[in-house]
């Protein structure tokens, strides 16, 4: 874990294992966001420590890229 409450980043970056609050960071969206991702299943966790989820980098910027894509199409 890093010093911040997140899990440390390796050299496989996308590989990380991170919390939602850090996941949200990653992201640039609020915490709120990641967990409608996951209602809405275009996220899932990976793995889970006790009550917290914990997500993997690359599957959180896909899902943030495919809802910048649904946003875009929205709007067109």
């Known amino acids: 874990m890093s010093p911040r409450g997140g899990a440390a980043r390796p050299a496989a970056y996308g590989l990380a294992l991170v919390t939602g ?34 997500y993997r980098l690359e599957d959180v910027f896909a899902a943030e890229r495919a809802a910048r894509g649904r946003r875009r199409s929205a709007r067109d």
């Open 21 to 54: 609050a850090l996941a949200a960071r990653e992201a640039g969206v609020v915490p709120a966001t990641i967990r409608k991702w996951v209602q809405l299943g275009h996220l899932s966790p990976a793995d889970q420590r006790g009550r917290t989820h914990l």
